[in-house]
């Protein structure tokens, strides 16, 4: 299935892109997805992915199709086909 | 007492006289510092129910307990008057090297009395005051006024919060800057102009003493050390401009007068693009090791050469808001706000209510003369000239800017009254001060803490978007557990605002932001500094009595339940497009919300506050006051 990952903020930096494609299996979750992050972009782990490797590192946060905001105990629920997942990072303030 | 010298310094404008006041270390123990120490000032300062440009206004000036220590990001200070926007506290913070001079020259802080005949620059020198002629820095921009007078007294170390011509000419919306940073958003700008006070000036000599200073700097050392890892450096890299996008995303930028919550243009108007194309560098306040301030300059076309420091809230404010997909025009703007002394939030939301307003066709093209532009101009969402020019009319109170200085509320009711119009309707502000860069017709808590917000339509003093946008609660709904999560942000945010600490550092301390996390840390930095014995409870009541405070102050001054209110737009206009489309804050609901948020307060459902309430608090007189 194909999963769409958009890039904000310190993750569109470090990625250098707006945003990817994914090909991928079904079954997949959002913790998958971040190690499929990691695998692509290494230079996330220590900002944007925790050292795991396995979750986001606060504060960055998926987002899923814009209404959806994906908590820590949600990382294993499953993505479906089409899925848009925004990686994004909030800054209070200003 | 450490941390602080006992002492707080009266001047009257009027008569010239100065006085100092002591006050009992209790005193410090219930009010600290910050916001909540200059609006307790205030309270017992002010002439109740005065005009707030009237010389029973006082200017009430506050410092922080960590200013000039090694506690990092606590060269901050607080500033409190009766605001002319909202007619109720009028509570602000500035940060950096102002804070430290403050501190240095030995006063807690500082109250300002009556009205002077003659513009003034007040000199505070250590322990003596000398009221010094200022006729001669009218007109001059806010950064070029404190440039003047360190010129003038040969001395690069004083430090000047200073008003700009929009001061000067009272826009009820104008601040107090100093070190490039800005006391902002209730108009204490207006308030300073209104009793001539162009400056105000501090030399501070003196070294600062805290209880344990071989405690305080390894705990200081450990937060500065975590300030440069991965909890800041969305500040450190990109600053809060990243949240264009994020909001955009979401659904939630304020776009066209909040006409709606996603703008096509937001990648050109965004922190990253920001960041890629017009950054210069990053700045930091003194005693601040994150340094978020993005310094950026436009290039090239017709505002090349504009150079300011780009926060999130002001370039919503001036771009998506105003329609405007120009980042160029949008620095202009702001620059145009900063150098000339004016809020960039009310500013921007002021002028995109003007661009509705002549879209809708009750303002016309004549509407616009002033001498740029003498046949006037056509105001339409996006035109970026139109943006810089009507920032430099409210700057000015030249024409029509005259209209737009009282700022939306105010404007409208003229406009409304003159022409049987609703312009109203999409004034966009609570309590009269202009609504921030977050669409709250899908944020409902955060909807529920502005609407309660003592100061207005402020981000700042709730932090009840977090829960919202962070997923935590259903952000289109309301439930019950709405009262008591708008209480625990604001009174979060207040702790903050008091001590006062930058939010920005929250997480510095063990990792994470919660109370659990920062408490512990922030009672260990109190009781290393005065000897204290506060605890995670102590830390608490910080917040609990420095919001107390300031709607204690309100309710002097004539506040009730249907003060506590939101936009009209946002109550009956869902947007139609992106990922909140559909949504309102009913009446019903924010009714309901107001009942359960003051069920959590502990007040009654008018929004009073118990006497016994006041008094567990620590504030007895105020009890006797207010208290029902």
Redesign the interface.
Same mark, same amino acid.
């Given at each position: 299935m194909h999963v769409y990952v958009?890039f904000? /903020?310190?993750s569109?930096?470090v990625a250098g892109i707006k945003e990817k494609t994914f090909d991928l299996p079904e079954g997949t979750t959002f913790r998958d997805v971040v190690r499929r992050l990691k695998s692509e972009y290494p230079a996330m782990v /220590?900002?944007v992915i925790q050292p795991d490797g396995e979750t986001l590192?606060?504060?960055n946060?998926f987002?899923l199709?814009?209404?959806?905001?994906?908590?820590q105990g949600q990382m294993d629920d499953l993505l479906g086909d089409g899925d848009r997942v925004?990686l994004?990072?909030?800054?209070?303030?200003? | 007492m450490h941390g602080y010298s006992g002492k707080i310094l009266h001047i009257d404008l009027a008569t010239r006289k100065t006085w100092a006041e002591s006050k009992p270390e209790k005193w410090y123990k219930v009010y600290i510092g910050g916001v909540s120490m200059a609006t307790r000032l205030c309270w017992e300062n002010i002439e109740v129910g005065c005009d707030p440009l009237s010389p029973g206004n006082p200017i009430c000036v506050a410092g922080g307990l960590f200013a000039g220590t090694p506690v990092p990001v606590g060269g901050k200070w607080g500033l409190a008057s009766k605001s002319p926007l909202t007619h109720f506290i009028g509570d602000s913070l500035s940060g950096s090297w102002f804070a430290i001079a403050l501190k240095r020259a030995q006063w807690d802080g500082i109250v300002i009395h009556g009205a002077s005949e003659e513009w003034v620059n007040v000199l505070v020198d250590d322990g003596r005051v000398e009221f010094r002629p200022a006729s001669h820095l009218l007109g001059l921009g806010t950064y070029e006024t404190e440039e003047a007078i360190r010129e003038e007294l040969g001395d690069d170390q004083v430090r000047s919060a200073t008003i700009g011509p929009a001061g000067e000419n009272q826009v009820l919306f104008a601040n107090v800057t100093n070190d490039s940073r800005q006391a902002g958003r209730t108009g204490h700008g207006a308030v300073w102009g209104s009793k001539k006070l162009k400056a105000l000036s501090i030399r501070g000599t003196n070294g600062v003493t805290v209880f344990d200073p071989k405690t305080l700097l390894e705990l200081s050392y450990d937060i500065v050390d975590a300030a440069q890892g991965?909890h800041t450096?969305?500040?450190r890299?990109?600053?809060?401009?990243?949240?264009v996008?994020?909001m955009n995303?979401?659904?939630l930028l304020p776009t066209r007068n909040y006409q709606q919550g996603v703008f096509e243009h937001a990648e050109i108007v965004s922190?990253?693009y920001l960041?890629e194309n017009y950054r210069v560098k990053t700045i930091a306040c003194a005693q601040c090791p994150i340094a978020c301030e993005q310094m950026s300059r436009a290039k090239d076309g017709p505002y090349a050469g504009a150079m300011s420091g780009i926060?999130?809230?002001?370039l919503y404010a001036v771009s998506s808001n105003c329609g405007i997909g120009d980042m160029q025009a949008a620095i202009k703007i702001i620059d145009v706000c900063d150098r000339g002394g004016i809020d960039t939030m009310s500013t921007g939301v002021t002028i995109s209510w003007a661009m509705e307003t002549f879209e809708k066709g009750v303002f016309a093209k004549e509407d616009f003369k002033c001498a740029k532009y003498p046949e006037g101009f056509e105001p339409y969402f996006g035109n970026a000239e139109a943006g810089v020019t009507l920032a430099e009319m409210i700057r000015d109170r030249e024409g029509i800017g005259d209209l737009l200085a009282l700022g939306t509320r105010k404007a409208s009711a003229r406009v409304d009254a003159e022409r049987g119009t609703e312009t109203f309707k999409w004034a966009m502000n609570i309590k009269g001060l202009e609504t921030p860069?977050y669409d709250a017709r899908a944020l409902k808590t955060f909807a529920l803490g502005l609407a309660a917000g003592t100061r207005g339509a402020c981000?700042?003093r709730t932090?009840a978007?977090?829960p919202d946008?962070?997923?935590?609660v259903d952000r289109f709904s309301v439930d019950e557990t709405r009262g008591e999560l708008a209480k625990s942000t604001e009174e979060y945010a207040a702790v903050y605002d008091t001590l006062p600490l930058c939010?920005?550092i929250r997480?510095c301390f063990t990792g994470k932001a919660d109370r659990a996390g920062a408490w512990p840390a922030i009672a260990k930095l109190i009781n290393a500094t005065t000897g204290w014995d506060f605890d995670y409870d102590d830390v608490d009541l910080i917040g609990e009595r420095a919001h107390t405070i300031k709607k204690a102050f309100n309710i002097r001054e004539g506040w009730t339940r249907a003060d506590d209110h939101l936009p009209w737009r946002w109550q009956n206009e869902p947007m139609e497009e992106?990922?909140s489309a559909g949504h309102v804050v009913t009446e019903e609901e924010l009714e309901y919300l107001k009942d359960i948020y003051y069920e959590a307060k502990g007040w009654t459902q008018e929004g009073l506050i118990p006497r016994e309430k006041l008094i567990a608090l620590g504030m007895d007189d105020v009890a006797e006051e207010i208290g029902v």
């Open positions: 958009e904000l /903020g310190l569109r930096l /220590g900002n590192q606060a504060p946060i987002n199709n814009g209404r959806r905001m994906i908590q925004v994004m990072s909030m800054s209070a303030g200003g | 991965p450096q969305k500040y890299i990109l600053g809060t401009v990243s949240n996008l994020n995303r979401l659904g922190g990253e960041h926060e999130y809230e002001s860069g981000h700042n932090a978007y977090d946008i962070k997923g935590e939010k920005f997480r992106g990922a």
